[in-house]
């Protein structure tokens, strides 16, 4: 069995998004509407994003990751796109 690390995660209200290394790829987000113990990942976004395209990144997540709290989406885009070393 290949090891996964977390190395951060968001939560807000009974969603999160888990930061992961498989190892085998580049890192990857999970996006979770319950406890991620108990259910399937609804959607995994990776890769690079630059600090415009914020915007477009919070639309991904909403597209995706169906009834995600605005909020949360939010969040995701400003880390990935400001935040993402810090």
């Known amino acids: 069995m290949q090891s996964v ?5 968001f939560r807000y209200l009974n969603w999160y998004i888990i930061n992961v290394d498989t190892h085998v790829s580049d ?7 319950e406890d991620p113990q ?5 959607a995994l976004w990776g890769g690079a ?3 415009n395209e914020g915007p477009e990144i919070e639309r991904w997540v909403q597209q995706n990751a169906k009834g995600i709290p605005r909020r949360l ?3 995701f885009a400003f880390h990935v796109t400001k935040a993402r070393d810090q």
Do not use: H, I, Q
């Open 5 to 9: 690390d977390v190395l951060r995660s």
């Open 38 to 42: 108990k259910s399937k990942y609804l």
């Open 27 to 33: 890192e990857g987000y999970l996006f979770f509407a």
């Open 73 to 75: 989406a939010a969040c």
């Open 49 to 51: 994003a630059t600090a």
